[in-house]
């Protein structure tokens, strides 16, 4: 704890004495765990509730279930962040609860906003976006580690498989992102008629990989509305 203080230049405290003094709170905790967070933070603002914003990124955790455990009118921002955050290139998607006013919506964002990119949503469509921005890192690490397993496979050492499949990934996203043209452009751009990638291209066909991503985005919005059940 002493490292982080130090480190940070923050204030430690528990959860009982920070919910006393913070004007807004980020609960950070697994959605099982919610519960008893809430409990903390109203009996430390009192019944009435206090001028603070609760600013949640449990997955599956609605702004009516949120609000539920606190004092009436409290002012609730639920988040769905990613782990490229920790390098300030994150993608956060906010929905606001019934008590939050653009003033909180406007705080919530302008402190994700300096972990990366922000985007106000219905929450409606939080469970899609858990599913496509917050586990979607997890699909393109996956996809890595293939790409590296693969690259070892055909007799590259391995530091070699890994910056060869590093740098790839991190041009490509550039080409994605700094580019105006669309995945499937990039994508035949580099296929040339009978070629290398459309023999590997065709392969992932084969084995129903695009039809495997689709799916695995459905599973996970699935799994992102029962954690909110
Ligand atoms: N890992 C990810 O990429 C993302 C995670 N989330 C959400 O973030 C939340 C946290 O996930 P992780 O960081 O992966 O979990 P984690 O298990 O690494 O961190 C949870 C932390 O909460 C603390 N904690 C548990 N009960 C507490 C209590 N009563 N009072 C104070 N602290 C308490 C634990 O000690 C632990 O440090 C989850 O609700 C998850 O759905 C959201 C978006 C992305
Ligand atoms: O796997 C999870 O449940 C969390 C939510 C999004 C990313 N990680």
Redesign the pocket.
């Known amino acids: 704890m002493d490292a982080v203080v130090e480190q940070h230049g923050v204030r430690a405290a528990t ?1 009982a004495e920070a919910a006393q003094q913070a004007d807004v709170h980020v609960l ?4 099982a ?1 919610v519960p ?2 809430l409990a ?1 933070l109203s009996e430390a603002a009192g019944h009435e509730g206090r001028d603070a914003v609760v600013v949640s ?5 609605t702004t009516a279930a949120l609000e539920a455990g606190l004092p009436d009118g409290m002012a609730v921002v639920r988040v ?4 490229p955050a920790v390098l300030g290139a994150g993608m956060s998607v906010v929905s606001r609860g019934s008590a939050a006013d653009d003033e909180s919506v406007r705080l919530a964002c302008a402190l994700l906003g300096t972990a990366g990119e922000v985007l106000e949503l219905p929450e409606k469509q939080l469970d899609a976006v ?1 599913a496509t921005s ?1 586990s979607g ?1 997890a699909y393109v690490f996956y996809l890595a580690e293939a790409m590296i397993e693969g690259a070892v496979l055909q007799g590259l050492s391995r530091p070699v498989a890994r910056q060869l499949t590093l740098q790839t990934i991190l041009g490509s996203a550039r080409m994605l992102v700094e580019g105006e043209d669309s995945p499937t452009v990039l994508r035949e751009r580099v296929s040339s008629p009978g070629g290398t990638t459309m023999a590997a291209v065709a392969t992932l066909d084969a084995h129903a990989t695009r039809a495997a991503v689709v799916d695995a985005i459905r599973a996970a919005t699935e799994r992102s509305v029962e ?1 909110g059940a």
């Open positions: 959860a950070a905790v697994k959605p765990d008893a967070v903390t990124v449990a997955a599956g955790v769905m962040p990613n782990t858990t917050g890192p954690l």
